[in-house]
């Protein structure tokens, strides 16, 4: 249907999604109060884009990915994914996306493995010849073939983690939505997860949309970076854009050939000194990397030298300290 340069793959247009919830308000009495979950947020996502949206627990991105998939109806402005209204054709939209919900599964607990991947070769109505070839790319890149016999109930959080990857991308749908991932794998398992969507992405253009408390994942794999709070978009934008805004304090890590007291330089902090290691953090308004090393290599001899970027985490931090809603 869409292909690159029509249309944005995903389109959500001042989109709002309200719900009433219960609080206690004296013995007996509960007070009714309306919570807006997502408050007229308006985003698009281009086909081929790697897009990480993330918030606090309670910002509204489960809400809105529920409405891209079809579960939930908006109460205001217009959801449509692939050109389909989610909520009005769930059937069309299911055959244009996949899902992974990192603490669901999608896989049939007591089968083989194997088999969980040929009932859904017939749900998405995939020719055996397709599906076959896309199962074994799939497989290899994942190294599951020696699960494919074992029931699912038996395979490792991160096994059936990758399982549920390529559940979701055997009909090789043009958008993948993930929602928590990595939750709760170990880092080898994590690693796994990230080299294959990148590969996705890089080799079939897939559309991914990725919300996740694990910053690595967006630092690893998206270009583009949007944070909600509160219902409410506070920052679109890329993730290097982010980064320059946000990401003001840089630090360079120097090796000298002998070990030295921590350097004084004005507008520099020496956070850490270990041997003949040290770690220097400054502005990105006073001083550049080049600058300050030509400082460094005035005073004593070095050996090596690295540049660390602020983390994605205190970026976000910064974020949502600067956001009016808090």
């Not at 409405?67 to 054709?89: A, K, N």
């Not at 969507?197 to 897939?206: D, K, M, S």
């Not at 996740?212 to 219902?231: A, P």
Request: hydrophobic residues 40%.
């Amino acid at each position: 249907m869409t292909t690159a340069g029509d249309q944005p793959l995903i389109e959500f247009t001042d989109v709002e999604k309200t719900f009433t919830v219960y609080e206690k308000a004296g013995r007996v009495r509960r007070a009714r109060r309306q919570v807006h979950a997502v408050d007229h947020v308006s985003f698009s996502v281009e086909a081929g884009t790697m897009l990480g949206y993330i918030g606090p627990n309670g910002a509204g991105k489960s809400t809105t990915i529920k409405m891209l998939i079809g579960i939930l109806v908006p109460d205001g402005g217009q959801v449509r994914v692939d050109g389909i209204e989610p909520s009005r054709d769930r059937v069309a939209v299911a055959r244009r996306i996949g899902v992974v919900f990192g603490q669901r599964t999608q896989l049939w607990w007591d089968l083989p493995l194997g088999d969980t991947f040929e009932l859904l070769r017939h749900v998405y109505r995939v020719p055996v010849a397709d599906h076959r070839a896309i199962l074994a790319q799939m497989v290899e890149l994942l190294d599951l073939g020696s699960l494919l016999s074992t029931p699912v109930r038996q395979l490792s959080l991160g096994q059936r983690m990758r399982g549920e990857l390529v559940a979701a991308l055997l009909h090789r749908p043009p958008v993948l939505f993930l929602d928590e991932p990595t939750i709760g794998l170990d880092m080898v398992s994590k690693e796994a997860v990230r080299t294959f969507l990148a590969a996705q992405n890089r080799e079939h253009g897939t559309t991914v949309l990725l919300t996740t408390h694990d910053l690595v994942d967006v630092e690893r794999l998206c270009d583009r970076l949007l944070v909600i709070d509160h219902g409410r978009v506070i920052t679109d934008a890329t993730v290097d854009e982010v980064r320059d805004r946000y990401g003001t304090e840089r630090t360079l890590v120097v090796d000298l050939v002998e070990p030295e007291p921590a350097l004084v330089i004005d507008d520099v902090v020496v956070d850490r000194v270990e041997g003949s290691r040290q770690w220097l953090r400054f502005h990105r308004d006073d001083h550049t990397a080049s600058s300050l090393l030509a400082e460094v290599t005035r005073r004593v001899a070095v050996r090596d030298l690295t540049i660390e970027e602020p983390a994605i985490e205190d970026v976000v931090r910064r974020i949502y300290a600067e956001s009016p809603d808090r």
